[in-house]
């Protein structure tokens, strides 16, 4: 047993390690995304210039919720995501290398370069995501109804911004899961803002955990967006979920290192703000926790990383290597077939 | 005044002023939507009314639209004069029974006994990969419903002179802006983003289209961003010795005939162009007033110009294909014109 096992025995550090790989690959995704997105758009920023044109949110600073929820998840567990969804896709396994192609708008994307980086869809991971605010709570919920019906013990996980917990989707979803017995979870990641509105002059309780009691579920909160906290309510929701005793809601005080998306001057937030939290990085921190546990040593972490960072330049590369599709194209997928 | 040079104004900066003109005018006037306050909108369309009239008249909400335009709707039935901003046409889905059941329909269910004096203010249009969940316009949606009026302005002037009808108008408008024309530092600058707006207060009415250029050959009939490619084709075709007339909607509802209908008596011929999906649209329902009314004037078939009929795709080469632009229209022209 590992010096961090003795304290924490509920913890694996070898999940944990997971978790750090999964924390490492987003941040390190969303850092190339910014570079990526940035081309063709100086020294006069366009949104519709580029490489990667269109709205971009980054989940740079929010990875924690993704990989504390997703280590407890299988292939079978259904996930939704918001229009922030990187750090949730690349979490569940989503392939790398057709994410990225589509949202380089290419022919071999997940998508054929129709969705964007706001619409991802990999029926394989079981993951979806989309650009309308709370909308894929429902989604969620039909999710955990049909894993019912069929028998299964498969969960699934909505991922909401807090904004999107003052949307009717949200609380109907909530009811709805409830009454039923659902094995649903919702994470809400407070990131403290929405766009440009803070927290505080949006939402009329402290935390989303709050409301979980109006609805009789379970609630849990999530302070300072620890990794290994999250680990720990994620587990205990999922178990629950599992077990046929119905929804839980988490919250997870998260940080959003960049604007709300790139190229939002955020003149609605204090200067100081964003090195304030970037000095409570969470990657750092469950870094030195692995590191002081000595289950793992700096070169260990290294290799782990510098795996990680090959995977998310393969994908890049394969994403700027592949063909824009024939522009017919667009005709094709309003009806499957 | 001491210079004769016209005042010069972006699309959003033309709007915002109308609002704040008729904020001053009347207190009952008031503004809510989604960062809409400090932000000034994310169009912005509602910057420096925050520091103007205050948080009072100038309420940022949550994102529950819902709740906050049909508030606006219940505030309007008690005498007050609300603006809503939908942030993007397409989040319509979330509160369109606000809109659609109550919002269009109080007014005559009430025989005309509730007035809901508000506008409903929402961005739209496409064009720079933001996809199928923010890039359509719409128009069709919301004028096939009777009791609302629905309009769609072109230019600074007439933002600003439409909004402030709008607001005067006892009757729900909605009133759409393209974010292409808000003069937006971070989308491609156009130089029809930016024009004359006269500082005082004016109106442009609600109903009526506008000759933006006047052509013998051929009407092109188009709406926002469409009615400026009909420019830009309409100076190629000039070139060519073809002189087309094009007519800015800017109203959908009501719709100005008349000015439709002398055109194509004119020019006997028409090409309406839409950024809005083909079937069921507002090129069907030109095509079909002017097939009604005007028929035997023509000497070519109807041509259309519109989405077809798939969701807008990201990949810019998908969303390309699917957009009208000038280059379609001159083609169009000129099939037509050879045809004859
Ligand atoms: C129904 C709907 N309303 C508004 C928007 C515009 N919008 C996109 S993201 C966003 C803020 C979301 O805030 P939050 O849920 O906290 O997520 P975050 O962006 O902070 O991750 C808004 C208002 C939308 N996409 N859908
Ligand atoms: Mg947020």
Redesign the pocket.
């Known amino acids: 047993m590992t010096k961090f096992e003795e304290k924490q025995p509920s913890v694996s550090v070898d999940k944990l390690m997971w978790m750090y790989e999964q924390m490492v690959k987003i941040r390190y995704y969303e850092d190339q995304m910014v570079e990526a997105y940035t081309e063709g758009k100086s020294p006069v920023f366009n949104i519709g210039k580029g490489p990667v044109p269109g709205e971009m949110?980054l989940a740079t600073g929010q990875e924690p919720a993704a990989a504390g929820m997703m280590v407890h998840l299988t292939k079978d567990d259904t996930v939704t995501a918001?229009?922030?969804p990187h750090h949730h896709a690349i979490a569940k396994g989503v392939d790398l290398k057709k994410m990225t192609a589509e949202i380089f708008g290419k022919e071999t994307g997940l998508g054929k370069g129709k969705g964007g980086h706001m619409h991802l869809f990999d029926p394989q991971a079981k993951f979806s995501c989309g650009?309308?605010?709370?909308a894929g709570i429902p989604h969620a919920v039909g999710a955990a109804m049909a894993n019912k019906m069929k028998g299964k013990d498969w969960v699934a996980v909505a991922f909401?911004?807090?904004?999107?917990a003052n949307?009717g989707a949200f609380h109907e979803s909530l009811n709805l899961a409830a009454l039923w017995n659902l094995p649903l979870i919702i994470v809400v990641?407070d990131?403290s803002?929405?766009?440009s509105i803070p927290k505080t002059a949006s939402t009329s309780v402290e935390s989303n955990d709050l409301r979980a009691s109006a609805y009789g579920v379970a609630g849990a909160y999530v302070k300072d967006n620890d990794p290994v906290a999250m680990y720990k309510a994620a587990e205990e929701a999922v178990n629950r979920a599992r077990n046929g005793q119905g929804p839980t809601i988490i919250e997870i005080e998260t940080f959003?290192f960049l604007g709300?998306f790139q190229g939002d001057p955020e003149l609605y937030r204090d200067k100081q703000e964003v090195p304030g939290l970037r000095a409570r990085d969470p990657i750092m921190k469950l870094r030195q926790q692995l590191l002081d546990a000595e289950h793992v040593n700096e070169p260990e972490l290294e290799e782990i990383e510098a795996r990680a960072k090959k995977e998310v330049d393969e994908a890049y590369q394969f994403a700027r290597d592949s063909d824009y599709p024939k522009p017919e194209a667009a005709l094709d997928d309003v009806f499957t077939s | 005044m001491e210079t004769a040079k016209k005042r010069v104004l972006t699309g959003n900066k033309a709007m915002a002023e109308a609002i704040a003109q008729e904020m001053e005018n009347d207190k009952n006037v008031f503004v809510l939507g989604?960062d809409i306050g400090k932000y000034g909108g994310i169009f912005g369309s509602t910057q420096g009314l925050m520091e103007k009239f205050g948080p009072e008249r100038v309420l940022d909400t949550p994102?529950s639209?819902t709740a906050f335009i049909g508030a606006a709707i219940g505030a309007a039935a008690e005498g007050m004069r609300p603006i809503a901003e939908l942030?993007?046409v397409d989040?319509f889905g979330?509160c369109m029974d606000q809109i659609y059941n109550h919002m269009a329909k109080i007014p005559y269910m009430s025989g005309g006994n509730v007035r809901l004096p508000m506008v409903l203010m929402t961005s739209v249009g496409g064009g720079y990969s933001d996809a199928a969940q923010h890039s359509q316009t719409l128009y069709a949606t919301f004028a096939h419903m009777p009791g609302m009026k629905v309009v769609a302005p072109s230019t600074p002037y007439d933002l600003k002179g439409m909004m402030t009808s709008a607001i005067r108008d006892d009757n729900p408008v909605v009133f759409m802006f393209h974010k292409s024309l808000q003069g937006l530092g971070w989308m491609d600058q156009l130089d029809y983003a930016i024009g004359h707006v006269p500082e005082d207060s004016y109106i442009v009415p609600l109903d009526k289209a506008n000759v933006m250029r006047e052509g013998k050959d051929v009407t092109i009939v188009g709406i926002q961003m469409m009615t400026h490619y009909a420019m830009e084709a309409a100076e190629r075709l000039a070139q060519d010795g073809i002189e087309a007339e094009v007519i800015d909607l800017r109203s959908l509802a009501p719709i100005d005939k008349d000015t439709i209908l002398n055109s194509v008596k004119k020019t006997h011929r028409l090409v309406v162009v839409d950024e809005d999906y083909r079937s069921y649209g507002m090129t069907a329902e030109i095509a079909a007033i002017v097939s009604e009314e005007a028929l035997y004037e023509l000497e070519s078939p109807i041509k259309r110009l519109a989405i077809p009929d798939v969701p807008i795709p990201y990949s810019h080469v998908l969303e390309d294909f699917v957009l009208p632009g000038p280059d379609k229209i001159v083609e169009t022209v000129k099939q037509m014109m050879d045809e004859a």
């Open positions: 949110h918001p229009h922030r650009g309308i605010v709370a909401i911004g807090e904004g999107a949307a990641e990131n803002y929405g766009i959003r709300h | 989604e994102i639209e942030m993007f989040f979330v």
